[in-house]
């Protein structure tokens, strides 16, 4: 079982930045995926960024340039920097961890809000 708890959220105003941190704890293999999503209200859970364990990364198309996932293998932990904040990237956002090894797949912090305005 693995365990996320995302941190580092809050209001932030357009054009600024932030940094988002994601621990994780428990029985975590090397093999994995982990992942930001973010849900605004009225709108579905979307993919925001992901990076494997060697450092592939994949983006959104609405935030590439602007956003960069990063982690720390030593630390198990996770980060997003976002930078050139817009009022469309306020949301909840969640860390995901995905692996073929873990029972289940697939395991969800309980998100951070980030809200952009001024």
């Known amino acids: 079982q693995v365990q996320l708890v995302e941190s580092g959220g809050g209001l932030v105003q357009p054009g600024g930045s932030v940094r988002l941190s994601c621990a994780v704890s428990g029985t975590i293999f090397r093999i994995n995926v982990m992942g930001w999503y973010r849900q605004a209200p009225g709108k579905e859970r979307e993919l925001v960024a992901s990076i494997t364990t060697t450092g592939s990364t994949n983006y959104a198309d609405s935030v590439k340039g602007r956003f960069t996932i990063s982690r720390d293998n030593i630390k198990n932990t996770v980060y997003l920097q976002m930078n050139s904040l817009k009022p469309e990237d306020t949301s909840v956002y969640y860390c995901?961890?995905?692996?073929?090894?873990?029972?289940?797949?697939?395991?969800w912090g309980q998100g951070t809000q980030v809200t952009v305005s001024s």
């Open positions: 995901n961890y995905n692996s073929p090894y873990s029972v289940p797949h697939s395991s």
